[in-house]
């Protein structure tokens, strides 16, 4: 009988065929595929961990050396993003707040968030804004979805500012 070894590989977005069914590429971008995952699990976990390093780290500026004790919130943490989000931020340090529905609570407590709020649940607007005065908030929810219009508003006043002068 015949095994073979299955794998998956980000190739870079600058090389050609990155988006082919078959191509060749460097020894070092390949690794074994977890037998646990399927090929489109193990293909959307770099895109998934690169966007949440690029909102938290690049454009929001944390790092491991000035995070501890931040207050982030993280938007759908039950999701992809969310559950990245939450797992590097308590790394890190930061305290996290977390929205997700009721059949996502006992995921993202595993995760280590510090609270977590359903967002489908009387009175979640009223909590969620009593817990006022986020240094960042991660909003991964397409605008058409959102229950929550006026996160933002969360945020310590001075992060408003230095938020918008990064993207402006």
Same mark, same amino acid.
């Given at each position: 009988?015949?095994?073979?070894?299955? #794998? %998956?590989?980000?190739?870079?977005?600058?090389?050609?065929?990155?988006?082919?069914? =078959?191509?060749? /590429?460097?020894?070092?971008?390949?690794?074994?595929?977890?037998?646990?995952?399927?090929?489109?699990?193990?293909?959307?976990?770099?895109?998934?961990?690169?966007?949440?390093?690029?909102?938290? +780290?690049?454009?929001?500026?944390?790092?491991?050396?000035? /995070?501890?004790?931040?207050?982030?919130?993280?938007? !759908?943490?039950?999701?992809?993003?969310?559950? =990245?989000?939450?797992?590097?931020?308590?790394? %890190?340090? !930061?305290?996290? /707040?977390?929205? +997700?529905?009721? @059949?996502?609570?006992?995921?993202?407590?595993?995760?280590? !968030?510090?609270?977590?709020?359903?967002?489908?649940?009387?009175?979640?607007?009223?909590?969620?804004?009593?817990?006022?005065? =986020?240094? #960042?908030?991660?909003?991964?929810?397409?605008?058409?979805?959102? /229950?929550?219009? @006026?996160?933002?508003?969360?945020?310590?006043? %001075?992060?408003?500012?230095?938020?918008?002068?990064?993207? =402006?």
């Amino acid at each position: 009988m015949v095994s073979f070894l299955q #794998v %998956w590989s980000a190739v870079p977005a600058h090389r050609e065929g990155t988006h082919a069914k =078959f191509v060749i /590429t460097s020894f070092s971008s390949v690794s074994k595929k977890p037998a646990s995952l399927s090929h489109a699990d193990a293909a959307s976990l770099p895109y998934v961990a690169c966007t949440v390093w690029s909102a938290l +780290c690049t454009v929001s500026g944390l790092d491991h050396h000035n /995070t501890h004790g931040q207050r982030v919130l993280v938007l !759908a943490g039950s999701g992809g993003i969310g559950n =990245f989000a939450i797992q590097l931020m308590k790394a %890190w340090g !930061a305290e996290v /707040t977390t929205l +997700c529905a009721a @059949d996502g609570i006992d995921q993202v407590a595993s995760l280590g !968030a510090d609270r977590i709020i359903d967002y489908q649940a009387e009175g979640a607007s009223e909590e969620l804004r009593s817990l006022a005065g =986020f240094d #960042v908030i991660l909003d991964n929810v397409p605008k058409s979805s959102v /229950t929550y219009p @006026d996160a933002g508003r969360l945020l310590k006043s %001075w992060k408003c500012r230095q938020v918008a002068k990064r993207l =402006f």
